[in-house]
């Protein structure tokens, strides 16, 4: 008892010693995110508006900003698919998918559209007015291509009406 009761304690000396000695100033691994309730909390925290995504049997679960800077809202059906739609006022790989596979770029309405995948998740991105779009979908696995980039198509129309609604 003794033996394990000084093995936990060395562990735990260990790992102080190794978070005092981080290099201050360096930024978390893990980009903060604020839960918010609604889609126009997310456009006050950001300073722009953030568009929205409607598409039948869908519904938002979860508004977020990222780092005070990426607006995303979790989209989910009853089949347990799940859209992220992520708007940030950059013009940059907004994803936050490490390793997808290059899936080609794709004109769509009017933009060239670059898709990809990894495993069950699929990504849209496109940007357009100093802002960049990003739409991941996660358990379209076993439906293929085609929901998914139906799916990224009726946001590249709602963003362009949204844009002209404003």
Not at 45 to 58: C, E, P
């Amino acid at each position: 008892m003794k033996r394990i009761l000084s093995v936990i304690v060395g562990v735990m000396v260990a790992a102080g010693v190794m978070v005092a000695c981080a290099p201050a100033g360096e930024k978390p691994t893990v980009a903060p995110v604020t839960e918010l309730s609604s889609v126009d909390e997310i456009s006050g925290q950001l300073g722009f508006s953030m568009v929205t995504l409607s598409l039948d049997g869908y519904e938002a679960k979860n508004y977020q900003v990222i780092d005070g800077e990426l607006g995303q809202i979790i989209y989910e059906n009853a089949d347990g698919r799940v859209l992220r739609l992520r708007m940030q006022k950059i013009n940059d790989d907004i994803c936050g998918v490490e390793g997808a596979k290059d899936g080609g770029m794709h004109k769509i309405g009017k933009h060239e559209i670059w898709f990809g995948y990894l495993d069950g998740t699929q990504i849209a991105q496109w940007g357009d007015d100093g802002f960049t779009y990003c739409l991941v979908g996660e358990g379209f696995g076993s439906f293929g291509k085609e929901p998914f980039r139906a799916a990224a198509a009726a946001l590249e129309e709602q963003v362009e009406q949204q844009k002209e609604q404003q």
